[in-house]
């Protein structure tokens, strides 16, 4: 019912940034809260941040530490993540969900729809 496109991974130096995108089908894109998690293989999947479905409230995970920034378009059906001062530690393949709650949590199973992902790397 949603399709999810992640866009904008790359290679990066660390101390670099990097914005991911994350374009979404369906007329409905707006009810939909929205979520960002990564994963290194062998790893579980980790919590990076949601925005509610007007984009008014925002949660970010505590490693994060303001580098990361959240933010929605949904005159254009489009989820993005900025990230600012990367680290080597934030390599990983990058997702983007969206749970038909207005407003996801921490917890993967809270999201109903899953994009393919993106790759980041950062290089030290």
């Known amino acids: 019912q949603v399709q999810l496109v992640e866009s904008g991974g790359g290679l990066v130096q660390a101390g670099g940034s990097l914005r991911l995108s994350c374009a979404a089908s369906?007329?409905?894109?707006?009810?939909?809260?929205l979520g960002w998690f990564r994963q290194v293989p062998g790893k579980e999947r980790e919590f990076v941040g949601s925005?509610?479905?007007?984009?008014?409230?925002?949660r970010y995970a505590d490693f994060v530490k303001r580098r990361f920034t959240i933010s929605r378009d949904n005159a254009k059906n489009t989820v993005y993540l900025q990230m600012n001062s990367l680290k080597p530690e934030d390599t990983a393949v990058y997702y983007c969900?969206?749970?038909?709650?207005?407003?996801?949590?921490?917890?993967?199973?809270?999201?109903?729809?899953w994009g393919q992902g993106t790759q980041v790397t950062v290089s030290s």
């Open positions: 925005i509610s479905t007007s984009g008014g409230s925002v």
């Open positions: 369906g007329r409905t894109f707006s009810s939909y809260g």
């Open positions: 969900a969206a749970t038909r709650r207005s407003f996801g949590i921490s917890y993967q199973g809270d999201y109903d729809y």
